[in-house]
């Protein structure tokens, strides 16, 4: 049963455009929500993260928004760029869950120049 | 970057050997996890650990055992390899646990 969900597994976007990634939730004991990027042949990397307080965060091109009653989270990206083209993962975690992470499948991002 | 390796960033080995992978931090991180990522799948945590001695299960730790002796260093040990056990392994290191900072990776295949 797969608690954190992302439906697309693949998204093509044009440059300079916005690349909009989507993840789902079913556990509402989740209160921190974390996005990752991968590239081939590397470790994931820490993009960005929301707590369940907030029903936004940005930084820089990068925003994510928290619809707790939906039990959904979004990544947007404005611009996109080619450098952008990556694996996406979405992680939740909550208190009391023992510090772990749970991961969604993935997005893979494709910004076409 | 924070300090994290993981040796052998490759392994080839036949079903039903012993295989060790290493986790090594210099980040003096309390929280050590172990991954497989599988196509479909995401990341899948296998084992964790919160201290030195301190371990517990993930999702997918059958056929998987871990050891942590010292702060640095975090093993996974396949006691014996089976096909199912192709992926890639990463390691993830936290302080605090929610922010969890990956290694390389290690691409280990059974034949």
């Known amino acids: 049963d797969q608690q954190v969900k992302q439906n697309s597994p693949s998204l093509s976007v044009q440059e300079g455009r916005i690349s909009i990634l989507n993840c789902d939730y079913t556990n509402s004991m989740f209160d921190y929500f974390l996005w990752y990027k991968k590239y081939p042949a590397e470790g994931p990397t820490f993009l960005i993260s929301?707590?369940?307080?907030?029903d936004k965060n940005e930084d820089g091109r990068f925003t994510v928004f928290l619809n707790k009653s939906a039990k959904h989270l979004s990544l947007h990206i404005v611009p996109s760029q080619p450098g952008d083209s990556a694996v996406y993962f979405c992680?939740?975690?909550?208190?009391?869950?023992?510090?772990?992470?749970?991961f969604g499948a993935g997005t893979i991002l494709r910004v076409k120049s | 970057d924070a300090g994290i390796t993981q040796s052998p960033r490759h392994k080839v080995t036949e079903t039903g050997t012993p295989v060790t992978l290493r986790c090594h931090q210099t980040e003096n991180h309390r929280y050590m996890y172990w991954y497989r990522q599988d196509p479909g799948h995401g990341l899948r945590l296998i084992h964790y650990s919160y201290g030195v001695k301190d371990t517990d299960k993930g999702e997918v730790s059958d056929g998987y055992s871990v050891s942590r002796s010292k702060t640095e260093d975090f093993l996974l040990t396949l006691e014996s390899a089976t096909s199912s056990q192709t992926s890639v392994y990463f390691c993830?290191?936290?302080?605090?646990?929610?922010?969890?900072?990956f290694g390389p990776g290690t691409r280990l295949t059974v034949l």
């Open positions: 929301i707590s369940s307080i907030k």
């Open positions: 992680a939740a975690s909550a208190i009391g869950y023992g510090n772990k992470l749970v």
């Open positions: 993830a290191i936290s302080d605090r646990g929610n922010e969890q900072f």
